[in-house]
């Protein structure tokens, strides 16, 4: 089982950049697939990034193409996610997730903020 604690959120202008950070508990942190997903106000959970357990390989939502970068730390049990060029629809609360098996998201942290302004 893996805990995940999820800062780096807050407030930023249009075209500003962030950079969330998620801290993962427990020994075997490289075992996991990591991702992030975002959840605006009256809006459903979306995936935005995905990163594998070994070789970096990632996978991003059209929407954050290009402006967006998904990086792990396996020593540190860290996984990142670099966001620039932020637009005011990025606004949303930013969960981190593990998966143990395939990208089946079983672990969630309790999520950070990201608010962008026009």
């Known amino acids: 089982q893996v805990q995940l604690v999820e800062s780096g959120g807050g407030w930023v202008q249009a075209g500003g950049s962030l950079r969330l950070s998620c801290a993962a508990s427990?020994?075997?942190?490289?075992?996991?697939?990591m991702g992030w997903f975002r959840q605006a106000p009256r809006k459903e959970r979306e995936f935005v990034a995905r990163i594998n357990r070994s070789r970096g390989f990632t996978a991003y939502a059209d929407s954050v193409k290009g402006r967006f970068t998904i990086s792990r730390d396996n020593a540190n049990n860290t996984v990142y996610l670099q966001m620039n060029s932020l637009k005011p629809e990025d606004t949303a609360v930013y969960y981190c997730a593990a998966a143990l098996v395939g990208y089946n998201w079983n672990y969630w942290g309790q999520g950070t903020q990201v608010t962008v302004s026009s």
């Open positions: 427990g020994r075997t942190f490289s075992s996991y697939a």
